[in-house]
């Protein structure tokens, strides 16, 4: 069947008919995802953004002239969604993981947790899918506005112009948060991740590569000493064998930063070398 251009089913969408805008809106759900899923983690946080984003999108189809493509319209949307909803929280600490890790350590419930997803038949330790999670993590202690910035154009690749339009901000604002949230990123993967810096006081890539069974621990670890090696990877990382244990890292995660539980330095083995 011959596919209908997007202009014709933009001008069906906005006389009523829904089927053509859902046809339009599942052309970009893979690229919406993925960038909600890089801002906010949190799986169930990305569903309801994708969700209110769909509505909005939706009930507004007025407001698209055709000014830029119908894919950036769709993405500014989603990227302006999900920032409404990390400013409307509280920042994450940079040292989340450990927080985390230490916790986990020390409860039962929480290990027992990981523990079951990693005795999973299913999982397998891949580095590169934790190091993408361990990115948008760390990305959550950012001003939201300068991970949106890195997200746009570092991860999706998204040009300048086409980022600014989504963020709704000139050229040259957009350079100075791209070039702070760089500058950010550097400075703590530096002090946390052991993978970067030998200081650095995260191992949990260790930790849970060491929990699967030894024919599923994945290959070598990468180089990423440096931020754009590590933006190479999760540029093109995707879930896969880790994603029902990050499900839960990331629930448990934002439950203990909304009070600041846990202590930012090592003192446990779970998830870490504390």
């Known amino acids: 069947m011959q596919q209908q251009p997007a ?11 829904r089927a053509a805008f859902d ?23 990305g569903d309801d953004i994708l969700q209110d984003t769909l509505v909005k999108a939706w009930r507004g189809l007025d407001g698209f002239r055709g000014e830029s493509a119908f894919s950036t319209w769709l ?11 990390l400013r409307a929280g509280k920042r994450w600490r940079a040292e989340a993981q450990v927080a985390y890790a230490n916790l986990c350590y020390g409860s039962e419930e929480l290990s027992g947790e990981v523990m079951a997803a990693a005795s999973a038949p299913d999982f397998a330790f891949e580095v590169r899918e934790h190091v993408a999670y361990c990115f948008a993590c760390v990305g ?7 991970m949106a910035a890195l997200v746009l154009r570092d991860v999706m690749e998204l040009s300048a112009r086409e980022a600014s339009t989504v963020l709704g901000t000139s050229d040259s604002v957009l350079r100075h948060r791209l070039s702070a949230a760089r500058q950010a990123m550097t400075e703590r993967f530096e002090g946390l991740c052991s993978l970067v810096s030998k200081t650095g006081i995260c191992h949990q890539c260790k930790g849970l590569q060491m929990l699967a069974v030894e024919d599923r621990r994945g290959g070598p670890f990468p ?31 934002a439950e203990i930063e909304v009070e600041g539980l846990g202590a930012t330095t090592p003192d446990s083995g779970c998830g870490t070398d504390g």
């Open 7 to 17: 202009e014709e089913l933009v001008e069906r969408a906005r006389q009523g008919d």
């Open 23 to 45: 046809r339009l809106a599942a052309a970009h759900l893979p690229r919406l995802r993925s960038v909600v899923r890089r801002l906010v983690g949190v799986v169930e946080d």
């Open 75 to 85: 993405t500014a949307i989603a990227t302006r969604t999900a920032l409404d909803h």
């Open 140 to 146: 959550r202690s950012l001003p939201p506005d300068e």
């Open 223 to 253: 180089d990423v000493s440096s931020v754009a090696d590590r933006i190479a990877i999760v540029r093109a990382a995707e879930p896969g064998s880790m994603e029902a244990l990050h499900a839960i890292f990331w629930r448990r995660t």
